[in-house]
């Protein structure tokens, strides 16, 4: 094997409403010779909701397993557990509204969608940066079909319409980048929301969303090529 060196990721991500922010999202990517890791944790001011998430790709950036817990009010709504293969997605959940439950989705997740912001840039990497202008279909199971992805918490199917645009560049509260910038569509029935994204490691920057009036921007971030966080003076 080629010689690899490891590196992390770590930020801070605002969700902004009419220039007031509404929540945020502390998220670490480790990346690896075998894959990639990625945590983040996320409030939402408006719902009272905390949600913890983790998860795991594998070199061909397609999801390996993941776990999600949310906490709204005070109270724990659910928490999941996936497993990926080539042949299916395996889910066992404990959730609020319908208590211990297992399933089995038939068929190959290209990705898993647990709701996190940083999770859209993984999107961009099952998407890749070819055919501009294509909208593509990934083949995707997600915890919720809700926006804030507070319901459910089990294992549902949804195939995510994913058009590569093309390069730019995007200023945020971190700082300037090259960017390559998407259009997600998670409904046919909702408009696109439009994602900015970072590096061959697809760092999330900015997604703007007319359908839930977000427009959410990176606000802190660093980079080492060592396991140890990068650390912030606030």
Not at 41 to 58: F, K, N, P, Q, V
Not at 199 to 223: C, H, I, K, N, P
């Amino acid at each position: 094997m080629a010689d690899f060196s490891p590196r992390r990721h770590a930020g801070r991500i605002h969700y902004v409403k009419d220039g007031t922010i509404h929540g945020r999202e502390d998220f670490a990517i480790d990346v690896r010779a075998d894959g990639r890791t990625i945590r983040s944790y996320c409030e939402i001011d408006d719902d009272d909701l905390t949600r913890d998430a983790s998860w795991t790709l594998g070199v061909d950036h397609a999801p390996v397993e993941g776990h999600v817990r949310v906490v709204q009010g005070g109270k724990m709504t659910g928490s999941a557990w996936y497993r990926c293969t080539a042949e299916e997605t395996e889910c066992e959940s404990l959730t609020a509204s319908m208590g211990r439950t297992s399933q089995r989705l038939p068929g190959r997740a290209q990705y898993l969608g647990l709701h996190p912001l940083v999770g859209d840039g993984m999107i961009a990497l099952a998407r890749g940066t070819d055919e501009p202008g294509t909208e593509r279909m990934i083949e995707s199971v997600t915890c919720s079909y809700d926006i804030n992805g507070e319901t459910s918490l089990v294992a549902l199917p949804i195939a995510i319409g994913v058009t590569y645009v093309g390069k730019d560049t995007v200023t945020v509260p971190a700082g300037e980048f090259e960017a390559d910038r998407y259009e997600l569509r998670w409904q046919p029935h909702w408009p696109p929301a439009y994602l900015w994204v970072h590096g061959e490691d697809a760092l999330f920057l900015r997604l703007a969303w007319e359908f839930s009036g977000l427009d959410s921007q990176l606000v802190r971030y660093g980079t080492t090529e060592t396991m140890v966080s990068p650390q912030f003076e606030h």
